[in-house]
């Protein structure tokens, strides 16, 4: 997609400005499409749900789901609260200064290569979350699917082949896509941070055709089939409900119908589990809708969202504290739905009203609930499915008998049945899409959606078809050169991965670690895995701990949690090297590429230490950056005295660097847009080549210490997602992995 290009005089000044190093503030304010980020929101350092939150993780009382969301948002919240309300708007008008190459190349370094466009790894037989499906009304070849942060894909042949035309939207994280119902030519897609997508060609192109007000997660669209100017969407904050939002222009504005207080309700004990919230239409009557919204309540409008009540109390028979939930209409029957809730005790159900909602009988009590989607048959109205992060259910007689469905892969995400046909299922998951053609009791997985969540990459050195990745919930992942890769599922007993590396002598020795560090080792490439974590004590880890490997002897590896512990004999034993350094976990580590004796590490609450003796002693790095966490470091491999430090969050330089170890630093990241960063790698053969990759598909390079950057290659041919890490093994091919999308690779002309 072609972004409007306005103010071009203004924007290509404002670039090369950018480029040469001038801060952040010089880029054009009167930009439409930039916005003053609210630094002065008080929930920045006030938000009570957070701070439930990160308590109940601390003392490890969380959920797993609860643990995974913190984990994703503590990098990009520390030291704040909450992420700032327009703050990745602003980054992606930044960043499209450099994407657009909106400049005078002449403003360019003269080694900036800016038009080598960017080649897609694969997998395509392994796939990720799966947050929407839509099926043809008429033709049931012709899907779309939604990866949680991968954008929108079409499918005309019933699954075998995909196609995309989303990488260029601001934003791909999509939870719902709807067709305008009469002219399924039409679609809309709701997406993080308030976007509403449009195609009018059949998924051939999207454009932007708002941002709703708030600006946040869009979980569910609705449009009134008797008037499709109508339609309401669903937002939410972080930690709750936001409300229900109207259009009667046909999604060109809105305004909000149904709010809700955000600042957690007096019947909010601890916050909502990452939960969605949800929206039903009744399709024979649409003025009537009925609205869920987490740690808020179930409410309902007769006339239209014109006005609202709220529905759970004591004599409904609602729980009168709402959790979170999901609610359905019935397709054939006006005024009859379903709603699955959880009240703040952990008491679920499963509950019915033949009444628009007035009054409800409880039918069933799931053992899991209640994120998830319930789906109702259109041709009858007691057989019911529903979908929860951790089961997938089916009902026959209206929700009395839950009776479990066999999945192919944990955590179910979105759900649809074929029109016309209601044997045949579609389930949506963290490992993909499911079709089923007898409602439910065998799945076919179709794995051909390259929507892989990467965490992380290793690279074999000196051989750039050989690539590990590290996965959310898809194990550890192999490329051998082609785009079907091998999952490696025997690996760590655990779906969830933060790191792996690979000995540079010898491929078949490889390291993989899973989230909450916990080691494994194989000596055949990756086909068999062993324990190898005897004495590696991940108290205090983080969700994507580092590990690190000292390249001179391969048998050396470094990980941990609150302490950095140290292995000399490949795994076998770990021992501590340090004290409890930090009140954070360790989060990045840096090794010398010459000295086993000298490590940086960094951790989680922006601290940063190095030790130049193995461990013995350590000393406190004070940094000139503000509290941040530390997502990355990198060491020379020519010179351990000069190190880059990354950094996650808003309102800072995300990126620096120090020439004698760490005395004293240089900000070299102010130009690049104010983004979270992920990672930085320099390449092993000279030095002198510095990548550095963000939350928003940005990957930046430069070849003169910091003082200039570059885009590397064509960004608007890398998709606008998550970029997690990157590799420079023989330091010309730069391979990238992403939250979403797989990997990805810039090749080079330069001679190895």
């Known amino acids: 997609m072609k972004r409007k290009r306005v103010l071009a005089h203004l924007a290509i000044v404002a670039l090369a400005l950018v480029i040469l190093g001038m801060a952040r503030s010089q880029m054009p304010s009167d930009d439409p499409r930039a916005q003053q980020v609210r630094w002065d929101d008080p929930k920045l350092h006030n938000n009570p749900p957070f701070r439930q939150l990160k308590s109940r993780v601390e003392r490890g009382q969380a959920t797993e789901r609860e643990t995974r969301y913190f984990a994703w948002l503590l990098p990009r919240v520390y030291p704040f609260e909450k992420i700032p309300e327009r703050a990745y708007k602003n980054a992606r008008v930044q960043q499209d200064l450099f994407r657009e190459s909106a400049v005078d190349p002449a403003s360019l370094p003269s080694w900036a290569v800016t038009s080598t466009a960017w080649v897609p790894l694969g997998p395509r037989n392994i796939e990720g979350r799966v947050t929407a499906i ?214 679920k159900g499963l509950y019915v009203s033949f009444d628009y909602g007035t009054t409800w009988i409880k039918r069933s009590s799931p053992s899991h609930c209640c994120f998830g989607e319930i789906v109702v048959d259109p041709a009858n109205p007691n057989a019911v499915y529903f979908s929860h992060f951790e089961s997938l259910y089916k009902s026959l007689d209206g929700g009395v008998t839950l009776i479990p469905i066999p ?105 993989a670690q899973s989230v909450l560090t916990y080691v494994n080792k194989s000596i055949d490439g990756g086909d068999n ?98 509290a941040r966490y530390i997502t990355a470091l990198a060491v020379d491999p020519k010179n351990d005295r000069i190190a880059y430090v990354t950094l996650g969050g808003f309102e800072s330089s995300h990126v620096w660097r120090t020439a004698d170890s760490g005395s004293t630093w240089r900000d070299v990241g102010s130009s690049l847009p104010d983004v979270p960063y992920n990672d930085v790698v320099i390449s092993p053969l000279k030095g002198d080549r510095v990548v550095v990759v963000n939350d928003i598909g940005g990957v930046f390079e430069t070849k003169n210490d910091g003082h200039k950057w570059a885009p590397a290659g064509d960004l608007r041919t890398l998709p606008n997602t998550f970029v997690t890490g990157a590799a420079l093994e023989l330091g010309v091919d730069l391979t990238v992995a992403t939250y979403g999308r797989g990997m990805w690779r810039l090749p080079s002309k330069q001679k190895r």
């Open 407 to 511: 999945q192919t892969h944990v955590d179910q995400q979105s759900f649809a049945i074929q029109p016309g046909d209601s044997q045949v299922l579609w389930a949506g998951n963290d490992g993909g899409l499911d079709k089923s053609t007898n409602q439910g009791t065998t799945w076919t997985e179709i794995r051909r959606l390259p929507i892989t969540q990467y965490y992380g990459l290793a690279v074999m050195p000196n051989n750039p078809s050989l690539i590990l990745g590290v996965t959310q919930d898809n194990w550890i992942n192999r490329y051998r050169g082609t785009d079907d890769w091998d999952q490696l599922y025997n690996c760590c007993g655990f779906g969830d991965l933060s790191a792996a590396v690979f000995d540079p002598e010898n491929s078949s020795i490889v390291y």
């Open 134 to 347: 839509a099926l043809h009304p008429v033709d049931s070849g012709i899907i779309y699917a939604a990866g949680e942060t991968g954008g929108i894909f079409k499918t005309a042949d019933g699954g075998n082949t995909w196609m995309t035309a989303t990488d260029e939207l601001p934003d791909l994280i999509v939870q719902d896509i709807q067709f305008l119902p009469g002219n399924p030519d039409s679609l809309f897609a709701g997406a993080g941070t308030g976007h509403l997508y449009v195609s009018t060609d059949a998924g051939a192109s999207w454009t932007t055709r708002a941002i709703l007000p708030d600006a946040r997660q869009v979980d569910r669209i609705r449009i009134n089939p008797q008037d499709t100017n109508v339609m309401y969407a669903v937002q939410q904050d972080f930690f709750g409900g936001l409300g229900v939002y109207k259009s009667s222009d046909g999604g060109l504005s809105w305004t909000k119908s149904l709010g809700t207080d955000t600042t957690c309700p007096p019947a909010c004990t601890w916050p909502p589990p990452a939960g969605f919230n949800d929206l039903a239409m009744d399709s024979l009557s649409p003025q009537v809708l009925y609205a869920v919204l987490n740690q808020d309540g179930v409410y309902r409008t007769l006339d239209g969202g014109g006005s609202w009540v709220r529905v759970n109390s004591a004599e409904s028979g609602l729980p009168t504290q709402i959790l979170d939930g999901s609610v359905a209409a019935v397709p054939s029957i006006a005024g009859s739905l379903y709603a699955a809730i959880q009240d703040p005790s952990g008491d």
């Open 529 to 626: 895995w062993f324990w190898a974590s005897t004495g590696l004590d991940n108290t205090g880890s983080v969700w994507k701990a580092p590990l690190a490997m000292f390249r001179q002897d391969p048998n050396v590896l470094y990980a941990g949690g609150s302490k950095v512990h140290a292995t000399r004999d490949g795994g076998a034993n770990w021992s501590e090297i340090s004290p409890s350094l930090s009140g954070g976990g360790l989060s990045a580590l840096g090794v010398s590429a010459t000295d086993s004796a000298r490590l940086y590490a960094g951790f989680s609450d922006g601290t940063l230490f190095r030790t130049d003796d193995g461990g013995s002693s350590w000393a406190r790095i004070t940094g000139p950056w503000p």
